[in-house]
C-alpha cells in the first residue's frame, strides 16, 4: 500500500494532473496487553517480546521492499505516551503512518474492548 501510495503521488505531482483514485490512508495496529508486568508507578515500562519484534521487522521489511540499493532508511518510531498505554508511530518512506497502539492492562481492564477504549489518536 505505501508503495502504491508512493507511485500514485509521485505521478500526481509529475504530471500536475488530478487522480480520481489517489487516496491517503493509515495503518493502524492494536496489541493487547502490549506491556511487561508492571505497577502504575512510574513511567519506565517495557514492552512485551511481539512488540519488540514489530519494532525491530518495520525497519528491515522497509529495506527488503524499497531494495538496498535505493538506501531508504526508516527513522525509530516516534513514542506517544496515551491514556490506554502507548503509541508507536512511523513514518515510511511515502510518508504514510504505521501506528501501534499499545494498550496496557493496568491502565485498561483487561478484556475490555478496543471500541470501548474513548481516545486512539490525537
Known sequence: MDF???IRRSARE???KVDPDF???ETHIFFDDAFTAHN???EDFNVNGYVKSLIKVVPEAVRKHYSRELGIVIKDPVKVPTPYGGRLEWELPSKTKLIA???DKV???HKKRW???KTFSN
Do not use: E, M
Open 14 to 16: 509529475l504530471s500536475h
Open 107 to 109: 491502565k485498561i481492564r
Open 23 to 25: 487516496y491517503n490512508f
Open 40 to 42: 502504575n508507578t512510574g
Open 4 to 6: 502504491d501510495h508512493f
Open 115 to 117: 471500541s470501548q477504549v
Open 101 to 103: 497502539h499499545l494498550k
